[in-house]
């Protein structure tokens, strides 16, 4: 779907009626630690988590919390995940949500915490408490940039941005902060994303835009493989831009569910691009496979592959490792028609190798963004995913930090 | 089941009747590229075949020959996995066959085919047609050494096996060769495993022992998560032992389960010790799951985890990343029961960490074997998989063979 927008500053801090801040509460050595971002007014929540068995104790609480539908504030710390950390760090995730609800004085279920950093060790509660109390202090409508920056783990730039559009006669804005899947620091983990809109929606359809915008972005990115404890992606709507309340039968949500899946897709691919250790990032593009299932599962699984990312670190056309690769990501297709191209330099047609002009196939992935095209030749679904190439600085980054 | 048994040397050559020759052919610069297995009678044959919907060449060739439960040799060539090389490619494994059936003068669907090697390129079908003729005038009962090597790729030592057990009160041997999941030249991959015996078996007992065999060792094992497009384990039983026919319900059949699952579990943990850059060999033993299957898949994720992979290289005891690999393996399992060891010291108790003795914990880490105990206990299953550490080496082989 096609909207027109435009791309404006401040983050999450962008709609009308947010504040946020970020602070450094002792949990890093010096970096800043602790975000909350506030609606001034009630907002629909809505919120997407991940889909490990194992779920941090802040993911537990805020599954609770959004059941109804509500969320007025994010409370976010980075430098301890609070996951595998037993009853105690139900307690203490409870207590993240319970603290940011006094110093706001809203419900403690209109709260969202989530938490990145170290896993399996008990958070320092006692910090965070007096934190919350100081970012309260400090929320502001220009603090969209110091929360963004407050979430960062191993991420080397922050992550946040912000777009208007027209909807229902209204200007409405879209702001969003994220941190990517940095795991610098012994057991390191999380994808977090947080939005913000002051679009009037109902909450179903929040939830439902959400869960779309989710599966073309922030699913469809890979960097190891490895689904953390910690994922998660909430989203607060609260009304301030004045339009039409948008339900999911309304003639704005499909532009609306646009502008989010756009905004989402746009940092999605600035996560992956900051994966440890990249140097390039990667996008897998699948068409004409069977269903869109089937080409999400090829695309990513083409992005994922190990074989497939140290190929494109070292520079090597190695297009049979891709179409290995969708051979097993579990899609269905006919090897015999599959058509896979490298930028614009074709490697196979029919699943049979091409010879190709290496001087141009080196050319291509000596580039920073380096795109892969399959086509499926199976149906007409269609489905891009983005990774990152698979570096000696990854080994480094995760092997070796405390030897 | 417990089993006596005596470990012979000759590898597929140590089972009566069988003969075998590893060749230069001219795939590779200089080593042996071509190896020949053969059975002097006929002999039950069976095969296990990557589930890969891209199946390379002589994989489909295989699979249709085995079909009618009979083989009597095998052929392989390394340097050029047939693979992606559509109707010619078909033509060429085709062609493998037929030339090996007129030198040995038996029939064509009594051969098996495997190639391993570059991905993608037509293999130069007359080199190899000279070297099945040569080959199969090489052919002695003292080569199994010999095709064990002409099957390497990217192996840095060659991996051979054979046992001999008591079974019905005749001497039954099972020899076997394999080669790892190396791909250090663009393109390459495959693990490949063949396996002879002297045992008289009925064909359907023997499929029935090699897919559980299979099970436990071959599908155990990762080295990258990639699976290739030529993978496959075949066996050749030929009854030379003079053992009263196994079938699945003879009182024998247990026992030679449990002989081949022991000798396909040795070669397994070579290849797996052997995987490109490893500096370690990795055991994940899952101990008290709800079911096999459920035990399997949370191994073999531990294992297959980078993050995992990457500390272990590192000797960073980050346990966390453990129960998170359990937590997205798919496995059933309550996160709050499980306890998690590395070698003899516990890490986490019931889902949550411990205060653990690092010391100790580094000791272990720096073995050339680490063992990574999980006990999930919601269950009485069980299963073990093998992997090794991600290194640097390994990014450098992968990425970087033609820079």
Redesign the interface.
Known sequence: MDFNYQVVSGGVTAPKGFQAAGIHCGLKKEKLDLAVIYSAVPAAGAGVFT?????AAPILVTMEHLAQGQARAVVVNSGN?N????EK?LADARQMARATAQALGISETEVMVASTG????PIKIDLVEQGIKEAVKSLSTAGGASAAEAIMTTDTFKKELAISLELGGRVVTIGAMAKGSG?IH??M?TMLGFITTDAAIEEKALLAALREANDRSFNMITV??????NDMVGIMANGEAGNNRITQDHPDFGRFQAALSHIAVELAKLVAKDGEGATKLVEVQVKNARTVADARKAALTVAK???VK??I????A????I??????SG?E?D??RVDIALGDEMM?I????LAFNEENAKHILGQKQVIIHIDLKDGEAEATAWGC????D???I??????
Chains 1, 2 share one sequence.
Do not use: H, Q
Request: proline share 3%; hydrophobic share 35%; with cysteine.
């Open positions: 889909v490990n068995k194992v779920k995940a996951a595998c950390t037993g760090g170290v896993i399996g060790v795991m012994p057991n983990a190891d493989g490895d689904t953390s404890t592959s190990s074989l140290t190929a670190f070292g520079e090597d190695n297009w049979g490792r179409l290995c690769a969708v051979g097993y899609a297709f090897p015999n196979a029919n699943g049979a190798g190439d698979l570096s000696y990854y080994v480094k995760n092997g070796s930090y405390r030897t």
